[in-house]
């Protein structure tokens, strides 16, 4: 699995001293930090963190990791599913006296 650098352009990328400044030249986007009056150094910054707290401690983004970890499920492991969750509800139902409501 391959790990991006957080980038201060972002949006869940926050400055906790509320110095980063954001300007659009063309079609680039650039981040400048007010405080030091230089351009922003990232996850390098001691202030920097996000929004969303997914920045890695070593300046990865922890987003990327989290989107790849989703999987579907096949059919078979949903019928599965299913099957165990309608037992479950049946056994419920014989326990409370309501037989004539099981299918």
């Known amino acids: 699995m391959t790990y991006k650098h957080c980038i ?3 949006p869940f990328f926050r400055c906790g001293r509320k ?4 300007s659009r030249k063309l079609r680039n986007l650039k981040a400048m930090c007010s405080w030091a009056g230089d351009e922003c150094k990232g996850p390098l ?27 579907t499920k096949s059919l ?5 599913e299913l099957g165990r969750s309608l ?17």
């Open 8 to 10: 201060p352009t972002c």
């Open 19 to 22: 110095a980063l400044l954001t």
């Open 45 to 71: 910054c001691n202030y920097a963190f996000c929004e969303r707290r997914l920045m890695l401690t070593d300046g990865f983004c922890g987003l990327e990791e989290r989107r790849e970890e989703k999987r």
């Open 76 to 80: 078979e492991e949903e019928a599965e």
């Open 87 to 103: 037992k479950s509800a049946q056994e419920k139902l014989k326990r409370s006296g309501m037989r004539e409501l099981m299918i």
